[in-house]
């Protein structure tokens, strides 16, 4: 069969592009961090021109955004597609889950961690995404533990926003202390602590 001659549409050709650019960055900043990780060490990790990065992104902050949008989809989507909106015991397995794949993929873990810790500057361009991330995240744990105990799988006393806080804070905890030392196995450890809080949320017999 002839092999065809067609030649990949420009937007195909563009998203590619795009795409290989976002991962350039999320390289970056990963190492760097956003306001050490300057657009010309994008364009050299892209294999591209500085102007041509801009052709696809209009400044540097576009990029940054459009890198945290896009891994932001891609842990919505693998939560989603887990047990997580069952609520109660099988969202606090499926953050398991989701743990134990953040322990395949160092380099956006910590991307991601050390763009966190620049947002608390109140002028850091990405202090309003990681504000309302942060915001829905809450929210949504808070109404797995509601689900939980709606259903009676959890004790209805316990205080459902304050254990979200808390779940987040152990996941984000273990993360830093995993970058440090590789060898600490966050999975495992998330495991102990789902445990204890399935313990803690179990109602009276």
Do not use: C
């Not at 990949?8 to 760097?32: C, K, M, N, Q």
């Not at 306001?35 to 052709?55: F, K, S, Y």
């Not at 919505?76 to 322990?103: F, Q």
């Not at 202390?177 to 313990?199: C, G, I, N, S």
């Amino acid at each position: 069969m002839p092999r065809s001659t067609a030649r990949p549409s420009s937007s195909a050709r563009g998203e590619r592009t795009r795409s290989a650019i976002i991962r350039a960055a999320a390289t970056v900043f990963a190492r760097h961090g956003y306001r050490g990780g300057p657009l010309a060490a994008v364009a050299t990790e892209a294999a591209m021109t500085q102007p041509g990065v801009l052709h696809h992104f209009a400044s540097k902050e576009d990029l940054l955004m459009a890198v945290l949008e896009q891994r932001d989809r891609e842990g919505t989507r693998r939560l989603n597609e887990s047990s997580w909106a069952d609520g109660g015991g099988a969202a606090l397995d499926a953050l398991h889950d989701l743990v134990a794949h953040n322990g395949t993929t160092p380099e956006l873990v910590q991307m991601f961690t050390v763009l966190v810790g620049e947002s608390v500057a109140a002028d850091h361009p990405a202090r309003a995404f990681f504000t309302d991330r942060y915001e829905t995240l809450r929210f949504r744990t808070t109404r797995a533990v509601q689900r939980g105990q709606d259903s009676g799988e959890f004790r209805a006393d316990a205080d459902a926003a304050t254990l979200a806080a808390l779940v987040l804070a152990v996941m984000d905890g273990l993360q830093i202390q995993w970058l440090l030392d590789p060898e600490l196995d966050m999975a495992t450890r998330f495991a102990v602590f789902v445990d204890m809080m399935k313990r803690f949320l179990a109602p009276p017999a």
